[in-house]
């Protein structure tokens, strides 16, 4: 949904009573406003998976919407109503997954949770990449809960948008014990959560100049003013990073066959919803970047998104893309940090000859020597040093892997007459 529409004024006996979306629905502007659910979803009823994202030039606007919750329900979502797992269902693990970044959630009205209300299955994240600000919303029944109340888990952070931030006072639950809540800085994770929140006119007025979607003046009869129910709602993405670093063991390029450049790639793979509400795993390049002198062999990834659709960690990797002539690639991950090594395939060394006889003041020293060289213990080659090639002999471009990849050892020993 996008453009100037608008969807206003409808009336549903049950639920829905603006938008019903059984697949997936992605709203990235228009306006659903003053919707009338007898049941749940006021506005919107997400049953599989909801995308909500505008800008402040095109906002997403859900606003005056009510869902009277006849059924007693108890978290109707007078704005959006998302969905609890239903067997069978193209649905993510938590049930409806409703991903809504950019938003402002504000003088929406419920019993309980006035801008978001949530039962005991249901997960609240909220994070601070494009995310959220929750503020001046009411809760009638609950004083502790304007804002969030969900018998669930979630996830509150206190950076809002624009840099804003937001502080949050209320209880919740930590390993099955009650505590009071008062996070000023940060985020946090709790059960049975009931907080209410706290921002400045200043924080409040820089993130209506960032907001790209507007959940205000929704009302629900029992949870949720603005988002209610049973399954995932998102606020935001968490992000992550990685950090790629190439190493050379090459002998300090002894060779000069190090390039001036490198080219590696960040690849992604994890499950992402189609438009038929299926799920496929993606596993795909996302970002190419040249590696040398003029980054110091390094580069940073920020900004990932540190979830797929099915709520269940990304997978990244680097690759190297055509790697070096007489190189191999080991590639060691720990965490975000990559650390992509290039060892060359073939050693160099030079044998040479050193005499302590005071300039064969005894005239002693031989023509010439004959030093053996051994590869793993094994005879490799017999060479023959001698003055007028200044005592040395140079070893270039040898292997230095067997078969099995094992570095090879060499050794020497002179060969005594």
Same mark, same amino acid.
């Given at each position: 949904?996008?453009?100037?529409?608008?969807?206003?004024?409808?009336?549903?006996?049950?639920?829905?009573?603006?938008?019903?979306?059984?697949?997936?629905? #992605?709203?990235?502007?228009?306006?659903? @406003?003053?919707?009338?659910?007898?049941?749940? +979803? *006021? %506005? $919107? &009823? !997400?049953?599989?998976?909801?995308?909500?994202?505008?800008?402040?030039?095109?906002?997403?606007? #859900?606003?005056?919407?009510?869902?009277? @919750?006849?059924?007693?329900?108890?978290?109707? +979502? *007078? %704005? $959006? &109503? !998302?969905?609890?797992?239903?067997?069978?269902?193209?649905?993510?693990?938590?049930?409806?997954?409703?991903?809504?970044?950019?938003?402002?959630?504000?003088?929406?009205?419920?019993?309980? +949770? *006035? %801008? $978001?209300?949530?039962?005991?299955?249901?997960?609240?994240?909220?994070?601070?990449?494009?995310?959220?600000?929750?503020?001046?919303?009411?809760?009638?029944?609950?004083?502790?809960?304007?804002?969030?109340?969900?018998?669930?888990?979630?996830?509150?952070?206190?950076?809002?948008?624009?840099?804003?931030?937001?502080?949050?006072?209320?209880?919740?639950?930590?390993?099955?014990?009650?505590?009071?809540?008062?996070?000023?800085?940060?985020?946090?994770?709790?059960?049975?959560?009931?907080?209410?929140?706290?921002?400045?006119?200043?924080?409040?007025?820089?993130?209506?100049?960032?907001?790209?979607?507007?959940?205000?003046?929704?009302?629900?009869?029992?949870?949720?003013?603005?988002?209610?129910?049973?399954?995932?709602?998102?606020?935001?993405?968490?992000?992550?990073?990685?950090?790629?670093?190439?190493?050379?063991?090459?002998?300090?390029?002894?060779?000069?066959?190090?390039?001036?450049?490198?080219?590696?790639?960040?690849?992604?793979?994890?499950?992402?919803?189609?438009?038929?509400?299926?799920?496929?795993?993606?596993?795909?390049?996302?970002?190419?970047?040249?590696?040398?002198?003029?980054?110091?062999?390094?580069?940073?990834?920020?900004?990932?998104?540190?979830?797929?659709?099915?709520?269940?960690?990304?997978?990244?990797?680097?690759?190297?893309?055509?790697?070096?002539?007489?190189?191999?690639?080991?590639?060691?991950?720990?965490?975000?940090?990559?650390?992509?090594?290039?060892?060359?395939?073939?050693?160099?060394?030079?044998?040479?000859?050193?005499?302590?006889?005071?300039?064969?003041?005894?005239?002693?020293?031989?023509?010439?020597?004959?030093?053996?060289?051994?590869?793993?213990?094994?005879?490799?080659?017999?060479?023959?040093?001698?003055?007028?090639?200044?005592?040395?002999?140079?070893?270039?471009?040898?292997?230095?892997?067997?078969?099995?990849?094992?570095?090879?050892?060499?050794?020497?020993?002179?060969?005594?007459?």
């Amino acid at each position: 949904m996008d453009g100037n529409v608008i969807i206003r004024n409808n009336h549903s006996d049950r639920n829905a009573g603006g938008i019903y979306s059984r697949d997936k629905i #992605i709203i990235t502007s228009g306006i659903i @406003d003053s919707n009338v659910a007898e049941g749940v +979803g *006021g %506005g $919107i &009823f !997400v049953f599989n998976r909801g995308f909500i994202q505008g800008t402040p030039e095109e906002r997403v606007e #859900i606003t005056n919407n009510e869902a009277h @919750d006849v059924s007693h329900h108890s978290f109707a +979502g *007078g %704005g $959006i &109503f !998302v969905e609890h797992p239903v067997s069978g269902a193209w649905q993510g693990p938590d049930g409806a997954n409703l991903q809504v970044n950019s938003a402002i959630i504000t003088n929406n009205t419920a019993a309980y +949770g *006035g %801008g $978001i209300g949530g039962c005991g299955d249901a997960v609240v994240r909220e994070f601070d990449n494009i995310g959220a600000s929750i503020y001046k919303n009411i809760a009638t029944k609950n004083e502790n809960a304007q804002d969030i109340y969900c018998d669930g888990i979630a996830t509150i952070t206190t950076k809002a948008l624009g840099g804003s931030t937001i502080s949050w006072t209320g209880v919740g639950s930590l390993d099955g014990k009650q505590i009071d809540i008062n996070l000023k800085e940060g985020s946090a994770s709790f059960e049975d959560i009931r907080v209410t929140a706290h921002a400045s006119e200043q924080d409040i007025n820089t993130a209506n100049s960032m907001a790209g979607v507007l959940i205000s003046g929704n009302i629900s009869a029992s949870g949720g003013g603005g988002i209610g129910g049973n399954g995932a709602i998102t606020l935001g993405n968490q992000i992550t990073a990685i950090n790629v670093k190439k190493v050379w063991d090459d002998f300090d390029d002894f060779r000069k066959e190090r390039p001036d450049s490198v080219s590696v790639s960040l690849v992604k793979t994890g499950m992402e919803m189609q438009d038929d509400g299926g799920y496929v795993n993606v596993n795909e390049v996302i970002d190419t970047v040249d590696l040398s002198e003029d980054n110091n062999w390094s580069y940073s990834w920020t900004g990932l998104s540190k979830y797929d659709d099915k709520n269940s960690a990304y997978v990244y990797k680097v690759i190297e893309n055509n790697i070096p002539d007489n190189y191999v690639c080991k590639i060691e991950q720990s965490g975000i940090n990559v650390t992509v090594t290039n060892i060359h395939t073939k050693v160099s060394f030079t044998v040479k000859k050193i005499w302590d006889d005071l300039d064969n003041k005894d005239n002693l020293r031989p023509d010439s020597i004959q030093i053996e060289v051994l590869r793993d213990g094994e005879h490799f080659d017999i060479i023959e040093l001698k003055e007028d090639v200044d005592w040395e002999h140079l070893f270039d471009g040898l292997d230095r892997f067997d078969s099995n990849g094992n570095e090879y050892k060499f050794s020497l020993s002179e060969i005594v007459n």
